[in-house]
Nanobody
């Protein structure tokens, strides 16, 4: 089972993109889903996570106020709306699904191996 992340592209600073994370053989509604950003030459870092019933959402400071995570459990998809993109947002974005009751996952403090499923990643390039 693998998640499918899509929606990346090349944009100018200040523009927007919406990423999607879909699953075809997994009920995403049973999981918390997080988005991760891996900048060139750097480690993968969690930037936002949403609870299984969308009753909780968490953002790191660098994206707070610019990015919005949401989910549509009917479409089995989690979204990341990215507004006012900056060059430092450039990188590959991954989605990961993990146990919905893990406080570590819901606060983006869990190690990567705690996530049960991953997508292949989608590239975002933001030019100034």
């Amino acid at each position: 089972v693998q998640l499918q992340a899509s929606g990346g592209g090349s944009v100018q600073a200040g523009e927007s993109l919406r990423l999607s994370c879909a699953a075809s053989e997994l009920n995403l509604g049973d999981y918390a889903v997080a988005w991760f950003h891996q900048a060139p030459g750097k480690q993968r870092e969690g930037i936002s996570v949403i609870g299984s019933s969308a009753n909780s959402a968490y953002y790191v400071d660098s994206v707070k106020g610019r990015f919005t995570i949401s989910r549509d459990n009917v479409k089995n998809t989690v979204y990341l709306q990215m507004n006012n993109l900056k060059p430092e947002d450039t990188g590959v974005y991954y989605c990961g699904a993990g146990w919905s009751r893990s406080m570590a996952i819901l606060t983006l403090t869990a190690p990567l191996h705690d996530y049960d499923y991953w997508g292949r990643g989608t590239l975002v390039t933001v030019s100034s």
